[in-house]
């Protein structure tokens, strides 16, 4: 043990321009960047009318992102179930994975799914983070199949 604590961060819903631009600029590292990702393919019709979450620092740098859809907007990632939501474009920078800030965007994301009635919410999983999603409830369902050219897999919690 060092003494060196893990640098503390808040998750809030990221209502203001500033909060929604941050989330943008935390997935285009992320996934444009790091993954590789097409820009063009990143961002789309559904970020607008999403609800997103962002976990910052203590100083106010953006550590991770996530979405919520839910309604019309999930039908087609969830079967046209209208109360399952489709949780998604979940990334956490580098320097700040392991420290729980992906668990922290998860469960905001379910809060705010169950506030809005939601009876479960599914995912898209990248396959190299299956493990992650099911520490947090989640079932793998489904085919692999590709996504951007990444493996992925349907997964899904009842909430």
């Not at 506030?115 to 793998?140: K, P």
């Not at 369902?141 to 899904?156: D, K, N, T, V, W």
């Amino acid at each position: 043990m060092t003494g060196l604590a893990a640098p503390s961060y808040a998750v809030r819903v990221a209502e203001e321009d500033a909060d929604r631009e941050a989330c943008f600029t935390v997935r285009k590292q992320v996934f444009v960047a790091e993954q590789g990702v097409p820009e063009d393919i990143e961002y789309d019709a559904y970020d607008a009318g999403a609800l997103h979450v962002l976990a910052v620092r203590a100083d106010g740098v953006p550590l991770g992102t996530g979405r919520l859809l839910y309604g019309v907007a999930a039908a087609e990632r969830t079967g046209g179930d209208p109360a399952v939501g489709s949780l998604g474009r979940l990334a956490v920078v580098r320097e700040a994975r392991g420290l729980g800030v992906g668990a922290a965007l998860v469960r905001a994301i379910e809060d705010t799914a169950r506030a809005r009635g939601l009876a479960a919410v599914d995912l898209h999983a990248q396959t190299q983070a299956l493990g992650f999603y099911r520490r947090l409830g989640y079932e793998a369902y489904g085919p692999e199949y590709l996504e951007a050219g990444i493996p992925h897999q349907a997964m899904r919690r009842s909430l």
